[in-house]
């Protein structure tokens, strides 16, 4: 059912769903991105629906989660993503409800991998067998009868990537799935997947899900110059490492009561990562922002296909993270947070750096040459 557009005069917001009224203060609409060879337009900024239930006891009740996935869509977003075991199923069972009027306006995104049924083997995996049925289970709780996009939610070291794309391919080609993508999976698995892909005339893999923040920089060795390579949208989970970056954590404070992160999490308790949430906080106040609207707006200066998922327990947390469709960081600010989240880059990107090895490697013309 389209629902036709509506102008808030009293705040000057573009025409948009009629259920903007209630959040006219909104940051401009979001642009869309597509979704590397797919060529599917999705909204930048994904919907993560991790937080869609309170069967897990951090996540938000269905009359919230109905709210924030209104708030979501007003802003003009329309990626959702999701897994068939978020909050042991919860999550998929909400966000049906909430599609099912504009089911064809959405992009849903779902997972397989990960157990749905504790103790069983066969219910969790890469396999075909986890493969069928969890789909099946994402499509009845769904409210559906196709996918948009089916992420493997990890790679699981037991099925050969032949294996998988070809399962992968045939439920493409069945209809129930229309695209397909890779999360938390290794650079190397991910290359060989879409060259099988290519070669046999399969679907490949349109996306990488990983996790990249301020605080976790490390996919930068292998993963997004991997993505990069290959045309593929980066869409990080934890954008704001685990909460860590939005404000709500205080340096040799006890964590309260309801947040992600406990006091002997790893996270808290590296004082790197500190560093980097005081340098979020002062141009957060320097730029009259929240730390998380900066911390965002440093991610998506990353590059044009970083598209990321935001996970929110409150129309509150969504509306902060929304400020950073409005924030455009000022070098200086880019400059100090890289500095306070810099990481080694290891071997061998590292070692391409070395002038000894760039002299050798481009008989010492290095200088003179235009690199695509």
Same mark, same amino acid.
């Given at each position: 059912?389209?629902?036709?557009? !509506?102008?808030?005069?009293?705040?000057?917001?573009?025409?948009?769903?009629?259920?903007?009224?209630?959040?006219?203060?909104?940051?401009?609409?979001?642009?869309?991105?597509?979704?590397?060879?797919?060529?599917?337009? !999705?909204?930048?900024?994904?919907?993560?629906?991790?937080?869609?239930?309170?069967?897990?006891?951090?996540?938000?009740?269905?009359?919230?989660?109905?709210?924030?996935?209104?708030?979501? &869509?007003?802003?003009?977003?329309?990626?959702?993503?999701?897994?068939?075991?978020?909050?042991?199923?919860?999550?998929?069972?909400?966000?049906?409800?909430?599609?099912?009027?504009?089911?064809?306006?959405?992009?849903?995104?779902?997972?397989?991998?990960?157990?749905?049924?504790?103790?069983?083997?066969?219910?969790?995996?890469?396999?075909?067998?986890?493969?069928?049925?969890?789909?099946?289970?994402?499509?009845?709780?769904?409210?559906?009868?196709?996918?948009?996009?089916?992420?493997?939610?990890?790679?699981?070291?037991?099925?050969?990537?032949?294996?998988?794309? &070809?399962?992968?391919?045939?439920?493409?080609?069945?209809?129930?799935?229309?695209?397909?993508?890779?999360?938390?999976?290794?650079?190397?698995?991910?290359?060989?997947?879409?060259?099988?892909?290519?070669?046999?005339?399969?679907?490949?893999?349109?996306?990488?899900?990983?996790?990249?923040?301020?605080?976790?920089?490390?996919?930068?060795?292998?993963?997004?110059?991997?993505?990069?390579?290959?045309?593929?949208?980066?869409?990080?989970?934890?954008?704001?490492?685990?909460?860590?970056?939005?404000?709500?954590?205080? &340096?040799?404070?006890?964590?309260?009561?309801? #947040?992600?992160?406990?006091?002997?999490?790893?996270?808290?308790?590296?004082?790197?990562?500190?560093?980097?949430?005081?340098?979020?906080?002062?141009?957060?106040?320097?730029?009259?922002?929240?730390?998380?609207?900066?911390?965002?707006?440093?991610?998506?200066?990353?590059?044009?296909?970083?598209?990321?998922?935001?996970?929110?327990?409150? #129309?509150?947390?969504?509306?902060?993270?929304?400020?950073?469709?409005?924030?455009?960081?000022?070098?200086?600010?880019?400059?100090?947070?890289?500095?306070?989240?810099?990481?080694?880059?290891?071997?061998?990107?590292?070692?391409?750096? &070395?002038?000894?090895?760039?002299?050798?490697?481009?008989?010492?013309?290095?200088?003179?040459?235009?690199?695509?």
């Amino acid at each position: 059912m389209h629902q036709k557009p !509506v102008v808030c005069e009293t705040h000057a917001c573009k025409p948009v769903f009629k259920h903007r009224q209630q959040y006219c203060k909104l940051p401009p609409l979001m642009r869309f991105k597509l979704l590397g060879p797919s060529a599917l337009r !999705v909204s930048e900024l994904c919907l993560g629906t991790m937080t869609f239930g309170t069967d897990w006891g951090t996540g938000a009740d269905e009359a919230t989660s109905a709210q924030i996935y209104a708030h979501y &869509r007003a802003a003009g977003g329309n990626f959702i993503d999701t897994a068939v075991n978020y909050t042991n199923g919860t999550s998929e069972r909400i966000l049906g409800k909430l599609i099912a009027t504009e089911r064809h306006e959405v992009v849903v995104a779902t997972k397989y991998t990960l157990a749905i049924r504790p103790g069983d083997p066969n219910a969790a995996g890469n396999h075909r067998k986890n493969l069928h049925q969890s789909v099946e289970q994402s499509l009845r709780a769904l409210g559906t009868d196709y996918i948009d996009l089916l992420w493997v939610h990890a790679w699981d070291f037991t099925v050969p990537p032949a294996e998988l794309m &070809r399962n992968l391919n045939a439920l493409v080609q069945s209809g129930k799935v229309l695209h397909i993508a890779a999360s938390d999976t290794p650079a190397w698995v991910i290359a060989q997947c879409n060259t099988l892909a290519q070669y046999h005339g399969w679907a490949p893999f349109t996306a990488v899900q990983l996790e990249y923040s301020l605080i976790e920089r490390t996919a930068e060795r292998e993963l997004l110059p991997m993505a990069q390579a290959f045309g593929l949208p980066v869409t990080p989970w934890s954008p704001l490492g685990a909460g860590m970056l939005s404000g709500k954590y205080q &340096r040799d404070q006890t964590p309260g009561q309801g #947040v992600r992160l406990s006091s002997v999490s790893q996270k808290l308790n590296t004082p790197r990562n500190w560093d980097i949430v005081d340098a979020v906080r002062h141009w957060a106040q320097q730029l009259g922002a929240t730390p998380a609207a900066v911390a965002l707006a440093w991610l998506r200066s990353r590059g044009p296909a970083i598209l990321p998922i935001l996970g929110a327990r409150s #129309v509150a947390q969504l509306d902060d993270n929304l400020g950073a469709l409005a924030l455009s960081l000022p070098p200086e600010a880019l400059a100090a947070l890289d500095a306070a989240s810099a990481i080694d880059l290891g071997f061998p990107t590292e070692f391409y750096t &070395r002038e000894p090895v760039r002299k050798l490697i481009y008989a010492d013309r290095y200088a003179d040459i235009d690199f695509r």
